[in-house]
């Protein structure tokens, strides 16, 4: 990767931070970003605010996740490491503490196997099927790897339990974007809590993995 392409990927980092944290997806100094590069990762500096980030000053580790420049890297450094390890497609993870999201990974009632059911074709086409994964792990937890490790292979985003989502994606727009759409399925399936949903079904899941190739 380019200098250039770098400063491109700097850039767009400190872009969508800010939209997001606009939004109302990231509040405070919580949640953060990174991106694979060629000889490493790019990773949002711990305890920033993603509405107010500097580009110059993100995170740079090495292939090994090693800092090697820029401020120290978000102390949740670790769960990205091992959703890059299990799903080598993945060019940017996105952990967000966004409301709804982070109810559902609350909630003693919801399904841990599938969080976010098939309520829009939306969660489908861009996550797939959400686990919650428990037990719950304090942020930054050394062990937060062997509990993420086995579903990062299976799964493009999962709930943390108590905690809040963990979002992969095959581009930095894209996991921003699958980010947004965990965020907004997971509003529609609290909002309809205790009435009676019209899920796809099973047929309807397989027409559209058969259409978009999804895996």
Do not use: W
């Amino acid at each position: 990767m380019n200098d250039q392409s770098e400063g491109k990927l700097r850039s767009d980092i400190v872009r969508f931070a800010r939209s997001m944290f606009e939004r109302g997806l990231t509040p405070g100094s919580s949640g953060n970003i990174s991106v694979r590069l060629a000889n490493g990762y790019l990773a949002t500096p711990t305890n920033a605010c993603l509405g107010f980030l500097d580009p110059t000053r993100l995170a740079q580790l090495d292939g090994h996740g090693a800092h090697v420049g820029g401020d120290a890297p978000t102390k949740e450094m670790p769960l990205h490491l091992v959703f890059y390890e299990g799903r080598p497609s993945a060019q940017a993870v996105v952990h967000l503490h966004s409301t709804y999201a982070t109810l559902l990974s609350c909630l003693a009632d919801v399904d841990s196997g599938d969080a976010i059911p098939p309520i829009t074709p939306y969660i489908v086409m861009r996550v797939g099927r959400v686990p919650v994964l428990h037990p719950y792990r304090r942020p930054g937890s050394a062990d937060i790897g062997a509990l993420i490790r086995p579903a990062a292979c299976a799964h493009a985003a999962v709930l943390l339990a108590n905690h809040g989502p963990v979002v992969s994606g095959t581009s930095l727009e894209g996991a921003v974007f699958a980010a947004e759409e965990v965020e907004e399925t997971a509003k529609l399936v609290f909002l309809a809590r205790g009435r009676e949903v019209r899920l796809l079904n099973k047929d309807n899941v397989a027409e559209l993995n058969a259409a978009f190739n999804l895996r």
